[in-house]
């Protein structure tokens, strides 16, 4: 069993909504990630956070706001999204980042309307 | 061009069969490589890391060619088990994923 947890598992949102999605790592990790989905296409890296501090925006709209309150826990925050941004998005972690393996939780489902 | 690049898919083989997964990279930077397992509806994981002398788990082993910038996988004796998606993973400062090849092991 995956020691990330995500919540919701599944999300379905109007395009003027703002939601947001929670990412907990029980494994005394201190990198946190999170990755977009689509498919048919490759994992694409969004946001890195090492040790509560954001190390790597991969040019992410700014639609998708990230906040890392502590090593355990990982936000997105939604707002004003579009149709195409309706993917499987995955939060992961790691211990010290850099090439170490990377535990991914199991995803929420987001489909925008 | 894609940063890591895969075999289209699907591959379906039958229970026992040997199957390769072939990979290629396009940043000569990268330093790590993985192959990475994702089952349907399920988050990615790992599989195993791959060395530059080559790197053997079981029925899985995996290869490195730096010159080439390739990457593969052989899976022997392949079970039903083994039916997935197989991602292959570069790592140039952050991880890159190829789009995945997708495995079907039938009876």
């Known amino acids: 069993e995956t020691g990330v947890t995500q919540t919701p598992r599944h999300l379905v949102m109007g395009m003027t909504n703002k939601k947001s999605l929670k990412c907990e790592q029980h494994l005394g990790h201190n990198a946190m990630y999170w990755y977009k989905q689509s498919a048919k296409k490759p994992l694409e890296l969004m946001f890195v956070y090492s040790l509560e501090e954001r190390v790597e925006n991969n040019s992410v709209p700014s639609r998708f706001s990230p906040e890392c309150p502590n090593s355990s826990h990982l936000f997105l925050h939604l707002h004003t999204l579009q149709p195409e941004d309706s993917a499987l998005y995955l939060c992961?972690?790691?211990?010290?980042?850099?090439?170490?393996?990377?535990?991914f939780g199991p995803g929420t489902r987001l489909t925008v309307l | 061009r894609k940063e890591v690049e895969q075999d289209p898919g699907p591959f379906n083989v039958p229970e026992g069969a040997t199957v390769a997964f072939n990979c290629t990279y396009s940043n000569s930077a990268s330093q790590s490589f993985f192959w990475y397992r994702q089952d349907c509806r399920k988050e990615p994981k790992l599989l195993m890391s791959?060395?530059?002398s080559g790197n053997e788990d079981g029925r899985f082993t995996a290869q490195l060619n730096r010159a080439s910038q390739y990457i593969s996988l052989l899976i022997r004796d392949s079970k039903l088990s083994d039916s997935a998606t197989y991602l292959c993973v570069a790592w140039a400062g952050k991880l890159i994923f190829g789009q995945g090849t997708e495995l079907s092991v039938k009876p």
């Open positions: 791959v060395y530059s």
């Open positions: 992961a972690s790691s211990q010290d980042g850099g090439d170490n393996e990377q535990f």
